[in-house]
Nanobody
Framework: QVQLVESGGGLVQPGGSLRLSCAASGSIFDIYAMGWYRQAPGKQRELVAI???????NYADPVKGRFTISRDNAKNTVYLQMNSLKHEDTAVYYC??????????WGQGTQVTVSS
C-alpha cells in the first residue's frame, strides 16, 4: 500500500508562482514514476506532468515552459513548481504514483486557485 499526501495549494494571482509537494510513504520500493494531474470544475482529470525514476519527464502542452516536475528520491517526494500561473490553471491537483503490475495510487488532491 502506498499513501500520497499533497500540499502547497492555495490562492495565487495571475503571473505568480506556487510549488506543490507530494510525499509518498508505505510500499514505495517499486514505484517507477510519479506525476501530477489536475481536474478543473466541470472538466475531466488531465495529465500535467510525469517524471520517471530515471529522470525522463513529460509535460502537457498547456504547462510546457511554465511548470517543472522534480523528485527528491531521498525524501520520497515529488514536486511541481508552477510559474507564470494563469486563470486556466485553476484546478484540484492530484499526485499519482505508478507501481509495478499496473498498480497506481492517487493522493486526495490540493486546490490551486489563480485569481486576481
Amino acid at each position: 500500500q502506498v499513501q500520497l499526501v499533497e500540499s502547497g495549494g492555495g490562492l495565487v494571482q495571475p503571473g505568480g508562482s506556487l510549488r506543490l509537494s507530494c510525499a509518498a510513504s508505505g510500499s514505495i520500493f517499486d514505484i517507477y514514476a510519479m506525476g501530477w494531474y489536475r481536474q478543473a470544475p466541470g472538466k475531466q482529470r488531465e495529465l500535467v506532468a510525469i517524471k520517471t525514476n530515471g529522470g525522463a519527464t513529460n509535460y502537457a502542452d498547456p504547462v510546457k515552459g511554465r511548470f517543472t516536475i522534480s523528485r527528491d528520491n531521498a525524501k520520497n517526494t515529488v514536486y511541481l513548481q508552477m510559474n507564470s500561473l494563469k486563470h486556466e490553471d485553476t484546478a484540484v491537483y492530484y499526485c499519482k504514483a505508478f507501481r509495478a503490475q499496473s498498480v497506481v495510487y492517487w493522493g486526495q488532491g490540493t486546490q490551486v486557485t489563480v485569481s486576481s
